[in-house]
């Protein structure tokens, strides 16, 4: 795979001291060591074709960083929100269910809006990866700057300086230190593999009154989803799987 791709926005300037910060800071601090996990993380992408078409509408929320436009799933692009079934640490002890509050932040910030998603690229799922706008309002930056997702560093250093003003005021994921959402799902995907899944594959094949459906073992549901294989119901190895036998993942929202 290529190396990260930088991204500069000639519109946006930023503070001089957000940017000295943000290069300050080690990639290992910027959201924890980055772990390369089976099904959990944005896969490999090919950059768009120049002239790629965006895509606009008004979007349903799939979780923290991803909608859909009509028939188009969208990952946005350069950031990594907490999952759904995830908590984070709370500034003077606890938790909070910070996947949750992801989701509800990326809809507050959507509203009922049409957003404008700019393509670059696709994964190898077929979902697109975009840079999205509400009106002028970068929304994957809006994420990070907020503190609901992290700058992800392994594939892109677009928003570096979004989370290093998030960081330092101390907002969302940043109050307390906490589990990225990428080491989180290493931690489920290595858990469910082991002690549940048949095979070592922990993709649970649902169907329900609302079709077949996938989830990960870090969705808010997993645990509590029951395969009954006399039902059509089965178990997979990999999203690529799954979707290909015509499942669809599981709405956060």
Not at 171 to 197: C, N, S, Y
Request: hydrophobic residues 40%; proline residues 7%.
């Amino acid at each position: 795979m290529r190396g990260p791709t930088i991204r500069y926005h000639a519109t946006r300037r930023l503070p001089v001291a957000v940017l000295a910060l943000a290069l300050a800071i080690p990639a290992a601090i910027l959201g924890g060591t980055l772990a390369s996990t089976p099904s959990s993380a944005p896969a490999p992408y090919r950059a768009a074709p120049q002239g790629a078409p965006a895509v606009q509408g008004v979007p349903r929320i799939i979780d923290g960083d991803t909608i859909e436009i009509g028939a188009t799933r969208i990952r946005l692009e350069g950031i990594d929100a907490p999952e759904g079934g995830q908590t984070c640490a709370r500034a003077g002890g606890g938790t909070w269910r910070c996947g949750q509050a992801a989701s509800v932040e990326l809809q507050r910030l959507i509203g009922r809006a049409s957003v404008r998603c700019e393509s670059h690229g696709t994964d190898r799922y077929g979902r697109m990866l975009g840079i999205c706008f509400n009106g002028p309002t970068d929304i994957n930056a809006e994420m990070v700057r907020r503190g609901f997702a992290w700058a992800f560093v392994k594939y892109s250093r677009a928003y570096v300086a979004e989370e290093a003003e998030a960081r330092a005021r101390g907002l969302g994921i940043w109050q307390a230190p906490t589990t990225t959402a990428w080491d989180h799902r290493a931690g489920r995907w290595e858990m469910a593999g082991k002690d549940t899944a048949p095979g070592g594959c922990p993709i649970k094949g649902n169907i329900t009154s609302s079709g077949r459906i996938y989830h990960m073992p870090w969705s808010p549901w997993y645990d509590k989803i029951r395969i009954e294989p006399e039902k059509g119901e089965r178990w997979f190895c990999t999203e690529s799987e799954a979707l290909a036998a015509g499942w669809r993942p599981v709405r956060v929202n």
